[in-house]
């Protein structure tokens, strides 16, 4: 039996179920078709955009890292350390619709073959704004982009009718994905905001509004850390700052109980898992909570911008994994999606010890006091 590492996701064939999700490595022409050589499965644009974008003065993003003998955790204390998390306050692409689209032309022409996704954002708030949707999706698909991916989730916004202010509102979020679909001819996923109470409500609108997909997490809303000496925050503009999205490994355990809701509510449906992704151990657990495709940013950032490396490893591990799995008949990343799925289920649902094995709450364990028989 061969092992195929190509899947088929909302109908979109992509080599690998690997992508580059929208952020600072799918940022310009350059970084895609780097990303492309490198053997990326995919890529997801740097979120397009109608409106003029200015990001704030100095740093847009910075890399959390800790020092485990001493327990620092800072985002200026150099690169030594143990990768924490990344936190950004950085808008959707600085480059507007017009020198986007010659581009994604380009790129397509460059890479007929691999999948290139268009994440497009605009308002909600008045009929110029829904036309804006329409008209960043016809733009991108025109130029053969394969793929709508609506970005809903944009943690740092003041707009109330924009990015996460739309995904935490069931009604917005799937008027909008209605309107796109509307004029879309190739698949909509809706990347959603995890900064809401019940992530399967807004699933479930958008899904209702016709998405293909939904994409989840985004960043999750943040601040950085404030430095002891200066009482400034580590990362500020003249002393302020504002709440901006945390990402890279501290989020994986977060974004996949966003999921496992998610797949769990919806186990037909199709979903794309992004957050705290460097290695293929990390993209299992998206893979096994029943994702078709994962989406990679803080850890390709940090290797060479676009992740050659990071792509080169988790490509030759899943073949690894299968190939140490084909006893089982598994060939493909279909033949174990979702085996987990159900085994996150209500806590009462966990067994309990049974009277002899139980010790009345004094079993010793890792951060609890010494048990004290009295
Ligand atoms: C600097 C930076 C910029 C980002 N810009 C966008 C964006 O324009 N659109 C979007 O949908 N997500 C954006 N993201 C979110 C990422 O695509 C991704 O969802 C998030 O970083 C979690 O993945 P990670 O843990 O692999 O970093 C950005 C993330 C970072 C760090």
Redesign the pocket.
């Known amino acids: 039996m061969s092992i195929d590492l190509a899947v088929s996701f909302t109908g979109i064939r992509f080599e690998n179920p690997f992508l580059l ?4 490595p799918t940022e310009s022409e350059s970084n895609i078709l780097r990303a492309f050589e490198a053997g990326w499965g995919g890529v ?1 644009t ?2 397009i955009g109608m409106h003029p974008v200015v990001n704030v003065a100095g740093p ?2 910075k890399f959390l890292r800790t020092q485990p003998e001493t327990g620092m955790l800072s985002m200026n204390r150099g690169r030594t350390g143990v990768l924490h ?4 306050w ?4 600085d480059k507007p619709l017009d020198w986007w689209v010659p581009r994604i032309a380009r790129i397509k022409k460059a890479f007929p073959d691999r999948a290139l996704i268009a ?1 497009i ?1 605009a308002g909600s708030g008045s009929d110029k704004e829904l036309e804006h949707w329409r008209t960043l999706a016809r733009a991108c698909q025109e130029q053969g982009a394969d793929g709508l ?1 609506l ?1 809903l ?2 943690p740092h916004m003041d707009r109330e009718d924009m990015g996460s202010n739309i995904g935490k509102d069931q009604a917005l979020c799937s008027y909008v994905t209605q309107v796109v679909k509307e004029v879309a001819t190739v698949p909509v996923w809706a ?1 959603l905001t995890p900064a809401t109470a019940d992530i399967v409500l807004e699933a479930g609108a958008v899904f209702r509004g016709g998405a293909d997909a939904v ?1 989840s ?3 999750f809303p943040s601040l950085p850390l404030i430095d002891a000496e200066s009482l400034d925050f580590e990362m500020n503009v003249d002393g302020y700052v504002s709440s901006g ?1 945390l ?3 501290a ?2 355990p977060l ?1 996949m109980a966003k999921m496992a809701q998610m797949t769990h509510a919806y186990p037909e449906r199709s979903f794309s898992g ?5 290695d293929f151990a990390h993209a299992l657990n998206y893979f096994l909570l029943g994702c078709g495709t994962v ?7 940090l290797d060479h911008a676009v992740g050659p490396n990071v792509i080169k490893r988790l490509v030759s591990s899943l073949r690894d994994f299968l190939e140490k799995n084909a006893h089982r008949g598994w060939t493909r990343l279909e033949d174990f999606r979702g085996l987990r799925c159900d085994r996150v289920v209500a806590h009462s649902q966990i067994r309990r010890p049974d009277e002899a094995g139980y010790q009345g709450g004094y079993e010793p364990q890792e951060g609890y006091a010494e048990p004290v028989h009295s």
């Not at 998390?85 to 950004?88: I, L």
């Not at 950085?90 to 692409?93: K, R, V």
């Not at 992004?274 to 460097?278: R, T």
């Not at 989406?295 to 950032?301: I, K, S, Y």
């Open positions: 999700s929208s952020a600072p997801v740097k979120t847009k993003t998390s990344s936190w950004n950085e808008l959707i692409s994440s954002m991916e970005n989730s944009c990347k994409v997490s985004n960043t999205g990402g890279g490994p989020i994986l974004s992004i957050g705290g992704i460097s989406q990679v940013c803080t850890a390709a950032m």
